[in-house]
């Protein structure tokens, strides 16, 4: 299960910033053609753009710096975790990795292996071109 996260723009235009997903790392979504490819690229046109509102895919609001800190501070308890995807648990989590184009990540979280869609990694998140669901 996972949240989307958008930036919604005075005049109501929603730009997708990402995805959280438990136990993955943060799917921070890049946009080259407008110069967003980093989380620092969103920083700076968030600070360019002060009339932008930050909502979840529930229409819940919260501000830019709390979702920076939940893209940041992102980790995950393996223990929480779903089981196939303990290290210990051999061919099974080799088989969840395989199939889902994944790697261990940072903090016991999952992240997506560069390619598909996935372009690059910065610290607890991914960076990620294209289609979200």
């Known amino acids: 299960m996972g949240t989307n996260y958008y930036l919604v723009t005075e005049d109501g235009n929603r730009l997708h ?3 959280s997903s438990f136990g993955w ?3 921070l979504h890049v946009m080259p053609w ?3 490819n980093s989380l620092n690229d969103w920083i700076l046109y968030v600070c360019n ?3 932008c509102v930050v909502m979840d895919e529930y229409d819940r609001i919260m501000s830019f710096g709390e979702l920076c800190h939940l893209i940041v501070t992102k980790n995950c ?3 929480d975790h779903l089981n196939v995807l303990h290290p210990d648990r051999g061919a099974a989590a080799e088989f969840f990795y395989e199939s889902n184009n994944a790697q261990r990540g940072p903090n016991k979280l999952v ?3 560069i390619g598909f869609g996935c372009v690059g990694h910065e610290a607890n998140w ?3 071109e294209g289609e979200f669901s």
């Open 126 to 128: 991914d960076l990620i």
């Open 111 to 113: 992240r997506h292996k």
């Open 34 to 36: 407008m110069g967003l």
């Open 77 to 79: 308890n393996v223990s």
């Open 17 to 19: 910033i990402g995805k």
């Open 49 to 51: 753009n002060p009339g």
């Open 25 to 27: 790392c943060f799917a």
